[in-house]
C-alpha cells in the first residue's frame, strides 16, 4: 500500500506540484516569521540591556517601590565590598555602581529637569555598548566633571560638545548644591523618552555633587543574557534578604515587555493566516484530486477492498506528501533565512525610539521544529475529511464516474 502511494503522487504530477507548493510556501513562511520575530526580541533585549539596566541590577530592599519619593533613604552605603564579592561570581564580567539622580540642567539662559545617572566611565563604557553617540567621546576617566547628554536634551538645551552647563541638585541633607560640568559627548539609545531626559556623569561626580559616598544600585554584565537567572539566584543567597534586593533586566524593563505582548499578538495572527492558507490549499487539492480518482476508488471497492483500505490509502499518499513538502519547506526556509540575514533587512525605527536597525532572520532549532510540524498536522488533517467522504462512496455510483 506504501508503494502504491508513492506512486499514486507522481501518477497526478500536477494536483501533487500544486499541493507541495502550497506546503512548502507555509512551511518556508513560518520559519522566516518565526525568525524575524526572534531577531526583533533579542535586537531590542540587546539594546536594553546594553543602554540602561544592565543584565540585573542589585538595590537596597525598597528602593524600587519608594526609591522614587525617598532615593536617599535606600543607598548602598558599602559598595566596594559587594562589589569584589560578587564581581567573582561565574559568569560575571563587570560590576559597576551607579548613582540615580533628579536635577536642573542650566545653559547660562533657561534650566531644563533631567535625569542624571553617575557612572564608572570605563566600565560602564565596557558595559553600554549599544549607546550611540551622536557627537563627541565618551566620559573621560581623568577629568571628573564632564558630561554625556541625551540627544534630545542636547537639543532642548542647545548644548554641543565643549559647552559648559549647570547641574543644580538637592543633597542627602536637603541642602542645594551646583557644579558646572563641560559637554563631552551627546548620545542616543533605542528609547527617546530616555534620551530627552538622560545625562551621565561620573560617579566620583555625582557623589561630591550630592555629598555622599554611597551609591543608588550595582549593575552587572554577564557573559551572556541567558545566565541572568541563574545569577541572580546566587546573588539572591549571597545577600540578605532584608537588607538588599535584584532585579532582572526583564523586570525593570517595562517597554521591552509590553513590546514583546504587543508584537507576539501582531504575529499569531499572522502564523493563524499562513496555517489557514496552507490548510485552504491543501483541503482544496485533496479535494479536487478524489474527485478526479471517484472512478478509481470505485473500481478498488468492487475489486472487494472496503472502505477503510480507501481511507487509509488516502491518508498514506498525503503523509507521504506532508513529508516531502514540510522537509522541503524546511530547507527553503533555511536558504532564504541565511541569505536574507546576509544582505539584512533596513528597519524603521518603533514607535517611542530614535533609531532603526537591520533585521536577520534567526535560526531557532525550536522554531524550525515546530514549523516543520505545523506544515505536516495541517497537511494531515486537510485530508481526513476528503479522506472519510471517498471512503463512503457507493461504489456503483463510484464507478459510472469512469
Known sequence: ??????????????????????????????????????????????????????????????????????????????????????GR?????????????????????????????????????RLSTYIKLISGNRLPKADVFTMLIGQGVANSLNLKVGDSATLLVNTREGAINTFDF????????????????????????????LATKAVHSLVFALTDTSHTDEVNEKISSLLPGNQFETKT???LADFYQKAVDLYQRYFLVLHIIILSLVLLSVANSMNMTIFERTGEFGTLMALGNRGRTVFKLI???????????????????????????????????MPNTNSGYTALIRIVPWELAKA?????????????LPARRASKLDVVDALRAN
Open 182 to 209: 563641560k559637554i563631552t559627548g551627546v548620545f542616543q539609545t533605542f528609547s527617546k523618552e530616555f534620551d530627552d531626559r538622560a545625562v551621565r556623569i561620573p560617579v566620583a561626580a555625582a557623589q561630591e555633587l
Open 315 to 349: 491518508l498514506q499518499e498525503t503523509l507521504v506528501l506532508a513529508l516531502i513538502g514540510s522537509a522541503a519547506g524546511m530547507v527553503l526556509g533555511l536558504v532564504l533565512a541565511v541569505t536574507i540575514s546576509a544582505i539584512g533587512i533596513p528597519m524603521p525605527p
Open 249 to 251: 533586566w526583564y523586570e
Open 89 to 125: 561570581l561565574e559568569h560575571v564580567v563587570e560590576v559597576t555602581p551607579r548613582i540615580n539622580f533628579s536635577a536642573l540642567l542650566g545653559n547660562g539662559r533657561t534650566t531644563f529637569p533631567v535625569i542624571g545617572e553617575g557612572v564608572e566611565p570605563e566600565k560602564d563604557a
Open 1 to 86: 500500500m506504501w508503494k502504491l502511494a508513492f506512486r499514486n503522487l507522481f501518477r497526478q504530477r500536477s494536483r501533487t506540484a500544486l499541493t507541495l507548493a502550497a506546503i512548502i510556501f507555509g512551511v518556508a513562511a513560518l520559519i522566516l516569521t518565526a525568525g524575524f520575530v526572534q531577531d526583533f526580541f533579542i535586537q531590542l533585549r540587546e539594546a536594553t540591556i546594553h543602554s540602561q539596566f544592565g543584565h540585573l541590577q542589585v538595590l537596597r530592599k525598597g528602593y524600587h517601590e519608594h526609591g522614587r519619593k525617598s532615593p536617599f533613604q535606600y543607598m548602598i552605603s558599602d559598595p566596594d565590598k559587594i562589589t569584589a564579592d560578587l
Open 372 to 384: 516543520l510540524m505545523i506544515g505536516f498536522c495541517a497537511t494531515f488533517c486537510a485530508a481526513l
